[in-house]
């Protein structure tokens, strides 16, 4: 059976004109918190949860860089304006004091590496 936090992603993602990031880091945020058996207690998922799952996706060698992890935080985040807004949670970045030092604490505990350019190669030189 779907999880009801499941069924409100695949809302959010229908009523939205989304691009591909948001629906794939909204998607492993869900199957993360499926994952740890909360997908039907939304109400209890909060910034641990938001911390952990970038732990658990560098773990993976999903999210490596501090530009995936924002992708990452900023699907999240809007996916959770999104249940505000529909009266279905509270939003949980709202409860976050400090977002920037949030950020450096998750940085710092996963060893992120600074997000760089990966350049080009003009066509002459293939």
């Not at 009523?15 to 794939?24: A, F, G, K, R, V």
């Not at 490596?64 to 699907?75: E, F, S």
């Amino acid at each position: 059976m779907m999880s009801y936090l499941r069924m409100y992603r695949d809302k959010f993602v229908e009523s939205n004109d989304l691009e591909y990031i948001y629906t794939n880091h909204s998607l492993k945020f869900v199957d993360y918190i499926e994952q740890i058996g909360l997908g039907d207690k939304i109400v209890e998922i909060g910034s641990q949860q938001l911390k952990d799952s970038v732990s658990f996706y560098h773990s993976k060698s999903v999210i490596q860089t501090v530009n995936t992890m924002n992708n990452h935080l900023n699907a999240i985040k809007k996916f959770f304006v999104y249940l505000y807004k529909d009266g279905i949670a509270d939003n949980i970045f709202n409860k976050i004091a400090g977002y920037d030092s949030f950020r450096e604490e998750i940085i710092a505990e996963n060893n992120l590496k600074p997000s760089c350019n990966r350049g080009y190669i003009d066509t002459d030189q293939i």
